[in-house]
């Protein structure tokens, strides 16, 4: 890295640009007022040409800031991947040209929106450094599975496969999980027709001659501490006995528990031994072979059997399950086929409100369950009474709506899973939040990974106790980084899913660990180096940072000052926008980078009727939407002047109350949908900037400004249109209200 | 109650939907129905029915014997055939109705008022007796089919047209002396018996 900020701004003058800019004005502009040392402009800068000047600039001239004049930053990304040196875009082709009209009128806005993106980007650049890695952490190849059934093995395997040795910790004595217990399972290829061998057995031989794969049986783990690239776990047995481990990353497979059908007594569950679960039919099937399966009341030969589809889930009552299990339903066709099989004639009848068979195959399946005689039936069943040898079954039947009454030898519920993903680190009161670091670590044995991070011990959980994975954008990528949740402790699902989960969250595994080595940042900022430090002299304490990280990357250190853990982070600045006294900073995006681009904007005078409106844009998906807009034809006020920002979380409220201060009309801040449904891509930011943004009414207030100047918006990738009419709208109300009087 | 009917209530006793497998036309098509009421939905007729297919399809898994064999739902049917070009599950929807139908009327438990099935009495007796439809003889007991003096009412309304038909040498009067036959009668009522003992040994094994 030079030790002299040189900076270099080029400016295209290809797509239109040279012809609708005087980009004579924006090179003057950008030696005198961006104290650009060196200013080119190309007539096609994206070409080999103009690549290749930039780069001869740099290797010959010293240049290390670079600022390109030309298209989006979205763009064109390939041709100005300059390695070691600062850069900054300004958006001169989707920012200004394309958003505005070719006319006489408009060219001299125009040109001021132009002039002041030139403007900006020089001063971002000056203010950015060069960043480099840490180094905090070198390559750990390892991979610790916590969990040791389906999804736990195949992870292993496919680690292994791929060159990565894995150490699965199997809380139990044997390895298989809940598929272990099943006689048979789903079938996962054509023709769909037969339940197939569960491949339990193959999957433990394979672990068994592979060197690369540890298993540790009767173990947990106490505890977890570090990084992705230098994780350390403490694997526990039930005796007591500790290894220490170092790993790469962690993949947590630690599946679910079978919702408790004690809790559903209208079911006769519990009082008669012939209404079992699933689980335990099963038990039943295998204990009787390939003979006929019995009642465990009687030892009566089953004639008929009747499965309770959605018991105790799908249900808005209190103690049941709100959501789908998405496996029950294949799982009762295999095992009325299993029971067909065994006793002939068994009369098979499958109680459904919505029969719902996953996957490629699961039509074929329910298909083959009718072929075989499986009876479907749509009802809805209210209770199960035992009477004298038999049980009596009431449902309502919801196409014939009517009320009927089945007498069946044995009754299977349905009952569904409930994620095994450990403590809730949200309820504060429990005893695993906040280690104090001056304390000795407790092991919680209901915790699943014991981390000693600041912020719980556990992955944050999203909504019914599923490890919050963002299901849309990046499945398996957890809130915590090098933490990679694969199977039902993620979402609903069956083997087949478990399977492909567990795959996918292994090669994310694998790449985690590697960024981790070489100090990148993973999704979805993957190849980032840069990283947030912190000027001590200046920290308060106040912890704000490490309460608000989405993804608890920062820890307390003995003298209570924030830890940041790079291979932790994701980059999305949420800890810049929260400090109060502002003093973290990443080298290339800091509260100065920003703030020096919101005020490096030429401010025209009061009189001159030309407002300024600042837009802070997510650039996951405000500022592509903006872009697209651009693309579309659309156009938008000449007054706006969008600034970047890599998620609505890293906004500090300085910017804020700088821009108002600096004679800004208007602030639009544009981020992500924020709640339960969350589309953010840093899951916390758009929301922790929502609330931030909630009280700059009384910064308004003390300047006395109306409230509307200032708006937080939820936008889309696909909201451009939205994007614009805001903008413009915002116009309109400036106009209403008046100019701002903070312009000097 | 018919002696078939009898045999049958006691040879499939509960099970309703094994009795429809083995003797209805297309019958082991009705477990593969999954009741998306894709075939009510798009039957023209759907509104006017007792109970749409996929209601009788649930009837007959839900052992519902009696409701089903003496609906005058399947008789509603035009074989318009939208049922069959929607269903996915592909079933031959009309097809089943037809045999649902045809299997009722066989056990006696067709309902007796149902037009459709009466005029199905009305054209087979035609039919069967000469081998050929006797348009003349037809219509009129479809105007009589109600009775005598629905039967002029509907004669005189129809007066204008049916003499246009004579007119055009598209009736002729004659036909009501007897009319036209097939040309070895006797070997075409063969046929019809020894079809009918095929029929018969069918639905008795």
Not at chain 1, 113 to 130: L, P
Not at chain 2, 74 to 99: A, Q
Request: charged content about 25%; glycine content about 8%; hydrophobic content about 35%.
């Amino acid at each position: 890295m030079a030790d002299e900020k040189k900076i270099g701004c080029y400016i295209c003058k290809g797509c239109g640009l040279g012809e609708r800019l005087d980009t004579d004005e924006l090179e003057t502009i950008a030696t005198r007022e961006g104290k650009a040392n060196v200013v080119k402009q190309h007539d096609f800068l994206c070409n080999a040409d103009g690549v290749k000047m930039i780069q001869d600039d740099i290797d010959n001239d010293g240049v290390n800031h670079i600022v390109i004049g030309a298209c989006s930053r979205r763009s064109k990304a390939e041709a100005f991947n300059f390695q070691n040196v600062a850069i900054s875009r300004a958006n001169l082709r989707e920012g200004v040209i394309w958003i505005r009209p070719d006319e006489p009128d408009a060219q001299e806005t125009t040109q001021e929106m132009a002039a002041d993106y030139i403007r900006m980007a020089c001063a971002e650049t000056k203010f950015q450094n060069i960043p480099a890695a840490s180094g905090q952490q070198g390559l750990n190849k390892k991979l610790l599975v916590v969990g040791g059934g389906i999804a736990g093995m195949t992870s292993a395997i496919e680690a292994s496969k791929a060159g990565y040795p894995a150490t699965i910790v199997e809380k139990t004595g044997k390895l298989g999980g809940a598929m272990a217990d099943m006689v048979a399972r789903i079938p996962n290829r054509s023709p769909y027709a037969d339940p197939m061998d569960t491949g339990v057995a193959a999957m433990i031989a394979a672990i068994e001659a592979d060197s690369n794969i540890t298993v540790h049986l009767n173990s947990t783990v106490t505890k977890t501490s570090g990084a992705p690239g230098r994780f350390s776990a403490d694997i526990t047995t039930e005796s007591g006995a500790t290894t220490t481990d170092n790993f790469g990353a962690i993949v947590q497979a630690s599946g679910f528990t079978d919702y408790d059908a004690n809790q559903l007594p209208e079911f006769a569950y519990g009082k008669t031994p012939d209404v079992v679960t699933q689980r335990e039919l099963e038990a039943m099937i295998k204990e009787a072979g390939d003979g006929p399966v019995k009642r465990k009341s009687d030892g009566k030969v089953i004639a008929s059997a009747l499965f309770v589809q959605c018991a105790g889930q799908r249900s808005d009552k209190e103690g049941h399950l709100s959501y789908c299990s998405g496996f029950c339903c294949s799982a009762s066709i295999k095992e009325a086929m299993l029971l067909k099989d065994r006793n002939a004639d068994c009369d098979t009848i499958i109680c459904f409100d919505d029969l719902r068979t996953p996957g490629a195959g699961g039509e074929d399946f329910y298909r083959s369950g009718q072929k075989k005689g499986v009876t479907f039936t749509k009802s809805k069943v209210s209770e199960v009474v035992p009477a004298n040898g038999s049980l009596t079954v009431k449902m309502h039947d919801l196409i014939l709506n009517d009320d009927v009454e089945a007498s069946v030898d044995l009754v299977v519920l349905a009952t569904g899973l409930i994620a095994n993903s450990g403590v809730d680190i949200d309820d504060k009161s429990a005893e695993n939040v906040a280690q104090d670091p001056t304390q000795e670590y407790k092991v919680n044995v209901d915790s699943i990974l014991n981390l000693t991070y600041r912020q719980g011990r556990d992955l944050p959980k999203l909504t019914e106790n599923f490890a919050d994975s963002h299901f849309i954008c990046f499945p398996y990528e957890t809130r915590r980084t090098g933490i990679y949740a694969a199977g039902p402790v993620r979402r609903p699902m069956d083997a087949a899913q478990a399977i492909e989960d567990a795959t996918g969250a292994t090669m994310k595994a694998i790449q985690s660990l590697e960024h981790a080595a070489t100090g990148e940042a993973v999704l979805p900022r993957p190849g980032d180096l840069s990283f947030p430090t912190f000027r001590k002299e200046g920290c308060t304490q106040c912890k704000r940072c490490t309460v608000e990280c989405p993804f608890g990357a920062i820890d307390e250190d003995e003298q209570r000052y924030p830890q940041y853990n790079e291979s932790r982070c994701r980059r999305c600045g949420t800890c810049m926008g929260a400090c109060p006294v502002r003093i973290i900073s990443f080298e290339n995006y800091s509260v100065e980078t920003v703030g020096q681009q919101i005020k490096a904007a030429d401010m025209p005078e009061e009189f001159d009727e030309k407002p300024r409106i600042l837009v802070l844009a997510c650039e996951n998906d405000a500022y592509p939407a903006l872009d697209m807009a651009a693309m579309n034809g659309m156009q938008y006020s000449a007054f706006a002047r969008v600034v970047p920002v890599r998620c609505l979380g890293s906004v500090n409220t300085i910017w804020v109350s700088d821009a108002l201060n600096g004679g800004y009309d208007g602030i639009i801040l544009m981020g992500c949908r924020q709640d339960e449904n969350y589309q953010c891509h840093f899951v916390k930011g758009s929301e922790m900037a929502h609330t931030r943004m909630s009280k700059i009414a009384d910064t308004l207030q003390t300047l006395s400004l109306e409230e509307e100047r200032v708006a937080t918006y939820e936008i889309a990738i696909t909201d451009s249109a939205r994007t614009v009419q805001i903008i413009n709208e915002m116009e309109e109300t400036i106009q209403k209200i008046g100019m701002s009087p903070f312009k000097f | 109650m018919s002696d078939l009917n009898t045999a049958m209530v006691e040879k499939y006793r509960s099970n309703f939907l094994k009795e429809v497998e083995a003797n209805v036309e297309e019958g082991d098509w009705v477990k593969m129905c999954m009741q998306c009421g894709v075939c009510s939905g798009s039957c023209p007729l759907g509104n006017a029915w007792e109970h749409p297919p996929q209601e009788i399809f649930m009837m007959i898994r839900a052992g519902k014997r009696d409701e089903v064999l003496s609906s005058s739902s399947m008789w509603m049917c035009t074989s318009c055939y939208n049922c069959i070009v929607r269903c996915p599950r592909e079933l031959p929807i009309t097809h089943i109705m037809h045999g649902l139908a045809h299997y009722a009327k066989r056990l006696g438990l067709s309902p007796k008022e149902q037009p459709t099935a009466k005029f199905a009495q009305l054209f087979w007796d035609n039919l069967s007796k000469d081998g050929r439809v006797n348009e003349l003889k037809l219509g009129l007991a479809l105007y009589f089919m109600n009775g005598f003096g629905e039967g002029i009412k509907t004669s005189l309304k129809m007066k204008d047209i049916g003499l246009g038909m004579v007119k055009t040498k598209r009736m002729n009067v004659m036909e009501i002396l007897g009319g036209h036959s097939v040309k070895d009668k006797s070997g075409f009522h063969a046929m019809l018996k020894k079809a009918a003992e095929i029929e018969e040994a069918k639905i008795q094994k």
